[in-house]
T-cell receptor, first 113, second 114 residues
Framework: DSGVTQTPKHLITATGQRVTLRCSPRSGDLSVYWYQQSLDQGLQFLIQ???????AKGNILERFSAQQFPDLHSELNLSSLELGDSALYFC????????????FGPGTRLTVT | GESVGLHLPTLSVQEGDNSIINCAYSNSASDYFIWYKQESGKGPQFIID?????DKRQGQRVTVLLNKTVKHLSLQIAATQPGDSAVYFCAEIPFTSGTYKYIFGTGTRLKVLA
């Protein structure tokens, strides 16, 4: 158990819908990272927040957005969902703004039908 | 939680033997590298990291080697055990334009034979 929690574990929704994925980092970690792992592309970095502020941005679509709240939990919002958004979404956390020793949560499996 | 749709190379190793998993990275500006292990149905797990000012780093039963000349990274697992069966992938993390980038390899599936 990494100490990072993610909810929900599974999510099934229809195209065009909007969903919110939630992540609670390990106690004491200030950075939260979001990743997408699809069957045909492996692990892709989406975005990083450090202590509430966006720190780094990867291949995140404009339909996706994220935020980190004062209690350090984070949410990833996915809107206008397409079939291709079906994937595992992982959250990771680390102590500092630098990417050292990230601890991954168990993931949320999103299925868009 | 593994990249089952990808055509992952597979390394089959006899229990007790040493395993060597390789990774070629792309960005010469990468100054930090991580090896992850991902078991079926789970999130990636940090194994070991290395910075670009080092050639070798050892952990418990694992060693990472970095060859910057040919942009190659390897993970050596000593005395491979059944619990080592998983997908292993590397990550390169260049720091450019004031921000980190995160680039992941597709992974290698390690199968440990009893």
């Amino acid at each position: 158990d990494s100490g990072v929690t993610q909810t929900p574990k599974h999510l099934i929704t229809a195209t065009g819908q909007r969903v919110t994925l939630r992540c609670s980092p390990r106690s004491g970690d200030l950075s939260v990272y979001w990743y997408q792992q699809s069957l045909d592309q492996g692990l892709q970095f989406l975005i990083q927040y450090y202590n509430g502020e966006e720190r780094a941005k990867g291949n995140i679509l404009e339909r996706f957005s994220a935020q980190q709240f004062p209690d350090l939990h984070s949410e990833l919002n996915l809107s206008s969902l397409e079939l291709g958004d079906s994937a595992l979404y992982f959250c990771a956390s680390s102590e500092s703004r630098a990417p050292y020793e990230q601890y991954f949560g168990p993931g949320t499996r999103l299925t868009v039908t | 939680g593994e990249s089952v749709g990808l055509h992952l190379p597979t390394l089959s190793v006899q229990e007790g033997d040493n395993s060597i998993i390789n990774c070629a990275y792309s960005n010469s500006a990468s100054d930090y590298f991580i090896w992850y292990k991902q078991e079926s149905g789970k999130g990636p797990q940090f194994i070991i990291d290395i910075r670009s000012n080092m050639d070798k780093r050892q952990g418990q039963r694992v060693t990472v080697l970095l060859n910057k000349t040919v942009k190659h990274l390897s993970l050596q697992i000593a005395a491979t055990q059944p619990g080592d069966s998983a997908v292993y992938f590397c990550a390169e993390i260049p720091f450019t334009s004031g921000t980190y980038k995160y680039i992941f390899g597709t992974g290698t599936r390690l199968k440990v034979l009893a």
